[in-house]
């Protein structure tokens, strides 16, 4: 169980942080008397209410977790390139939904690496990116640098600029 004040994970949001823990105050809603976090998204409005024992949710990571990840991100995106998956589009949404589905951040900067290569070759002819990339590469980087800004105590908009110069451009 997470404690009052954690900063948590959750897969739909993004950071939120744990505002309270209670038994369930909407019991036309929950049938149970169990216990539910209360939850903030931290870049957003939304209250969530989940009950503890929810599968949804992850501590984020630390500060020293989350600067070995920026640490091994060259190796990791090198890799990524040399895996470069070719997707239909027919098939796109549902391999990016199976790259956010864990919560990984590695899954995550595998996901984004993809979009940016993708961008780039698309750019590069001339064209833009398709609608279902648009969205997953909002989501995506909402999700990924939303956690490390927490973890490492910066600006999220920060945190972006900085590591897409640094690893993406």
Known sequence: ??????????????????????SNSMPDVFENDDLFYTLKAVYGTEIIYLPVDSDKLREIVNKEA????????????????????KVEQRELSNFYKSLLANS?????????????????????GGKKLCQTDKIYEDKVEQLMFGELSIALDRDRDEVRSRFIERFLS
């Open 66 to 85: 989350a600067e070995l990840f920026l640490k091994k991100t060259p190796s990791l995106i090198e890799q990524f390139r040399e895996e470069d998956p």
């Open 104 to 124: 990984d951040m590695e899954d995550w900067l595998k996901l984004l690496s993809y979009i940016y290569r993708k961008k780039e070759v698309m750019r590069n």
């Open 1 to 22: 169980m997470f404690d009052v004040g954690t900063y948590v994970m959750y897969n739909r949001t993004g950071v939120c942080q744990v505002m309270n823990i209670g």
